[in-house]
């Protein structure tokens, strides 16, 4: 059940009231209106003084107020929690934020996208403002930035509308992260929220964590963005005094890039791949396959050596690597992330024959044969001997260029072929071994 708090002295919030309840019939009860999932109170003051209202909402288990949003933006409906950081200028209380739901503002910025008219911009908000003492889960969902747009019934509609998407949606998610950073406007936030399963709850932006003041001196306020948005990771930008005040709570500081590898796999598999093979954050990589995974206990690891993987990689290390992401659950890289490492880690739809045949596809993009067992690979293949073409007295140029590439040249009459030129190279490969698996399956 969600709660709609409407402000009769905020001319938007009314307008969103009066386009509820175009959208859907309410009947009336005592103090306001309930339709299915929803009840709706209209309050006289303005949404930033009404600490505590939530009690005005018995049963409701996600808060929803419907503002006006004031900015240079031009048009833009948008979300964002609530709470003060610093000093409380506008309602709410000095250092205090209010209990709010990740997943619902997840839910809420995928239905602006959805409803918004054309003319309209979507987005998140740091979070600021009063109220800041609710116990319920709550978010800000605002039409705005100006007075035209505070008159708009088409904006209104989509605000009336995101919110009633919002029915039924838990508040929380066990894949949350606090924000810290960068402007009023987030769009490094929206952009997780829109293009992975993580959500965001509280939003730290620059000018809040500067009204905060020193992280060590506000270690309370830090723990409490936490706290209130049910997570316990971080994405932050290089701020070493705020990453050290997070990690001494026991929170965890991750990257843009660890999110979305994780995005759609189950942390108890990340977990167990990370304190098994390496951190994503010292090249990890997560598979195609890494998703599927249900049971972290049933996974192999295999290595590549480290002269063969040479080879490969100089074959054509984008194929390599794209083929062990098609293949694998997870595995190793260097270069940001840009050329496969030894370790590849499979679940039990993959063994050790398709990691092969992988490697021998590869192979013979360069050698003539491949030759495989149990311990080596035996590649073979025709190679070019300059010293030889230079014995039959073919001088550098483009005579010598065609006889390397394989063309028959005429010498004085005489024609030489490419074999004369040749010999055949013998090369051998230790093969991928089954690696020790006990740390992947959780075994010590």
Known sequence: MIGI?????????????????????????????????????????????????????????????????????????????????????????????????????????????????TSYETGLEGTHHGPSELSTPAIFIELGSGPEQWED????????????????VEPDTDRAIVGFGGGHYVPRFERIVRETDWAVGHIAVDWALEAMGNPQSNMGVIDELFEQSNASLAVLDDEPALRSAIESLGYRVVSETWLRETDGVAISLVERLESSVCAIEDGLRLGERAPAVFDPASLNRFEIPEQLLAELNGIDREQLRAELEALSVAFTTTDNGATAGQLVVTDEGVDRNELMDLVTRLLHRKYDAVERDDDRLIVHRSAFVPERARELGIPDGPAFGRLANGQAIDLDGETINPEDVRERQTHMFSSVCLSDTRHTSGER
């Open 153 to 168: 019934l088409s904006g209104a509609r989509a605000v009336a509308s995101a919110i009633l998407d919002l029915r039924g």
């Open 5 to 117: 708090v409407i402000s009769k002295a905020d001319p938007a919030s009314v307008l969103i009231g009066e386009a509820l309840r175009s959208l859907t019939e309410f009947e009336p009860i005592d103090g306001g209106a309930r339709t299915d999932g929803a009840v709706l109170r209209e309050f006289d003051s303005l949404h930033i003084e009404l600490d505590g209202v939530d009690r005005e909402f018995e049963g409701c288990d996600l808060l929803v107020f419907a503002s006006r949003h004031r900015g240079e933006t031009g048009p833009l409906l948008s979300a964002h929690p609530t709470g003060n950081l610093g000093p409380a200028e506008y309602g709410g209380t000095d250092g205090s934020l209010a209990r709010t739901g990740p997943n619902a503002i997840a839910h809420a910025l995928a239905a602006l996208d959805r409803h918004a008219p």
